[in-house]
């Protein structure tokens, strides 16, 4: 009976285990790539459920059993090329068997080059023997079936012809001293590049606090909660946590944004170099600016609003004061949406993951405009201090209107560049700035007026100011413009010989540089200097920034100039390769894509030699290619002058 009743409790046991999860322990998938007429990979892939794992073919004796692959028929119908092969494994010492075992979670890939020996073949038959593992092992089988039909193959992505393969192979650089190939000041960067975006949105949510939809709330609403509630202390704690409530809220906002990346890692970074998504963000900028001026208002349904207040009525408590910080939101929207607008643009413009940056942006924001709400709460006698509502902060929001467009500019420039259209030169760009700043000042010094100002009235202190400031940039813009000082602005502006003069060549700062990789290093090889491999971008803010403030510096300059041979690539630019010249490039994973424009081209060249895909990303070869040091991106003058002496350095050795 004993016997009985163990052999239940253990078979209820192991129904738990999958009761614990709605997926199989494994799914199988398969993919058939052509190599040649003769030649194939067997790719066999297993999706694993989350805390389940199966074995290595190499897992040590004496441990779980390790995956076995079984190769039907080979010898007769085919050969197998070279050994299986497995994507990345994890290791453990398990005290049980008293080993190191090696196994797969989340995913486990077996791949097999294989040559027929047969032509006629139209099957190729594989099983795999594994143990599946979570709390207890399941032993279990899989048959694949690759069908061949005359050469062509059902489970494939996309087969790669010979002249295609020959030309991806020639992308593969045999590179020496690999391994110096470490970007030490990236994570650095990445880290510093966050709190810049969350600087930028806490800067943004200031600016928004000014704005008629939300300067009136703060008072409102810091006195609902002191007077409603029946001690001080719960005013206070109610008004730190609407506070929290409302930067929840604008961090949540950023959360689908992760979701499409997951999808797709280059779906929002394509914002910097789509020329659609560029138009298309032009015309978003221009259409929130002209609202700021007062011809249309942005608004979010009244519904919304009115039923977020009902339910933080009825509700109470922490769950109404969330749905109160909702409304606030809603509310706000008409002053808050082209800000953020303008925040998702800078986050595309940024370097590092887009989505991480927005979130970090939309932190930043909800920070800034939390924080009236719990200082006041706390410090109830400051209320008196807060300036009235008036017309200032309609000045504020046509200020805030002019920098939309002026940013607007910024994307359509972007369109122009990756395009090669030609239209949007820089004296142009420029001169549309300098006409955007000017009628800011004009503006803001009473010569003209919006549809929402109200009567004209004495100039304050501070407008004043922000109207000198602007006329002043607009001076800075016009001495650039004619050439009389060197004009430098965090990289926003075209390239320097992206001009309607003429100009010696098309390189940055009339530097020498090649814009084809071959033709560079056979230069190269003709005078024996090194090589600075500069992968950029037309749309590159950072690249722009490293141009202007860096190589145009007067002790690195003559450097880049004399000492090195400069390969310029741009891995944006949508310029079509000559048919001739386009071709399907097969990554390892099996993947193919069509490489049909120059920015394709040279972004896969980045990709699969230095596994990098971000811009600025400067590399030191010799002519036969040999490292000469590690690589870096966006980094200060003194550290790239050092960067570039040691490599000097080492090459002369």
Request: glycine residues 6%.
């Amino acid at each position: 009976m004993k016997q009985v009743l163990l052999s239940l409790l253990l078979f209820f046991s192991f129904l738990s285990i999958f009761a614990q999860t709605d997926d199989e322990p494994l799914l199988w998938s398969q993919e058939l790539n052509k190599i040649s007429d003769t030649e194939y990979e067997l790719i066999m892939t297993a999706k694993i459920a989350d805390e389940w794992h199966i074995f290595s073919q190499h897992n040590p004796e004496g441990g779980s059993g390790p995956s076995q692959l079984k190769y039907i028929d080979v010898g007769i119908a085919y050969e197998l090329i070279g050994e299986t092969t497995e994507s990345k494994t994890e290791k453990k010492y398990e005290e049980v068997f008293g080993v190191e075992e090696i196994f797969f979670v989340k995913e486990a890939i077996f791949k097999q080059k294989i040559r027929l020996l047969n032509k006629d073949i139209r099957q190729i038959d594989v099983n795999i023997w594994y143990q599946v593992c979570k709390e207890v092992c399941i032993q279990q089988e899989h048959d694949f079936k690759f069908v061949l039909d005359g050469g062509a193959a059902t489970s494939t992505v996309k087969t790669v012809d010979a002249r295609s393969l020959a030309m991806s192979n020639a992308m593969r650089l045999d590179l020496k001293n690999k391994d110096l190939l470490v970007d030490k000041a990236t994570a650095t960067e990445e880290k510093s590049g966050i709190w810049s975006i969350f600087a930028l949105g806490f800067l943004g949510g200031l600016i928004a606090l000014l704005t008629p939809c939300v300067f009136p709330m703060i008072p409102l609403t810091v006195s609902f909660f002191t007077k409603q509630s029946k001690t001080k202390s719960k005013g206070i704690a109610n008004a730190l946590l609407y506070g929290f409530f409302i930067v929840l809220i604008y961090f949540l906002l950023s959360l689908p944004f992760h979701i499409f990346d997951s999808v797709d890692s280059q779906i929002l970074n394509t914002i910097a170099t789509n020329v659609w998504l560029n138009l298309l963000f032009f015309v978003i900028f221009v259409f929130f600016a002209f609202s700021f001026f007062g011809y249309y208002e942005l608004t979010l349904p009244n519904s919304w609003a009115n039923k977020m207040d009902e339910a933080s009525t009825k509700i109470g408590g922490g769950i109404g004061i969330f749905f109160m910080a909702v409304t606030l939101a809603i509310v706000s929207f008409s002053c808050t949406g082209p800000i953020l607008g303008g925040l998702l643009g800078s986050t595309a413009l940024a370097e590092g993951d887009v989505a991480t940056n927005l979130s970090a942006g939309m932190t930043g924001f909800g920070v800034a405009l939390a924080l009236p709400f719990a200082l006041f709460a706390l410090f109830p006698a400051w209320l008196n201090s807060l300036p009235k509502s008036g017309g200032w902060m309609t000045t504020v929001k046509v200020t805030l209107g002019f920098l939309e467009l002026a940013l607007a500019m910024k994307f359509l420039s972007n369109a122009d560049l990756v395009s090669n259209w030609g239209i949007f030169k820089r004296e142009i760009f420029i001169g549309i700035w300098i006409i955007l700043f000017v009628l800011l000042a004009l503006y803001l010094f009473g010569v003209f007026k919006f549809p929402h100002d109200g009567p004209k009235q004495k100039l304050s202190n501070a407008r004043k100011f922000v109207s000198l400031l602007s006329a002043g940039f607009s001076m800075y813009l016009i001495f650039g413009l004619t050439q009389v000082i060197d004009l430098k602005l965090f990289g926003f502006l075209p390239p320097d010989f992206y001009t309607i003069a003429a100009q010696e060549n098309d390189c940055p700062l009339g530097l020498n540089c090649f814009k084809d990789y071959d033709e560079g290093v056979a230069y190269a090889k003709s005078v024996n200097k090194p090589i600075l491999l500069d992968f950029t971008g037309w749309a590159c803010v950072n690249c722009r920034k490293m141009e202007e403030n860096v190589w145009s510096e007067a002790d690195i300059f003559p450097i880049l100039k004399e000492e090195y041979v400069l390969i310029s690539l741009y891995v944006d630019d949508q310029k079509e390769l000559l048919e001739a010249q386009q071709f399907d490039f097969q990554y390892e994973s099996g993947r193919v894509k069509t490489i049909e424009t120059v920015g394709q081209k040279w972004g896969t060249f980045q990709t699969i030699n230095f596994n990098a895909a971000s811009q600025p990303y400067y590399v030191l070869l010799s002519p036969d290619l040999e490292v000469l040091n590690n690589a870096v991106q966006y980094t200060d003058r003194d550290t790239y002058k050092a960067w570039l002496l040691a490599g000097l350095e080492k090459f002369n050795q």
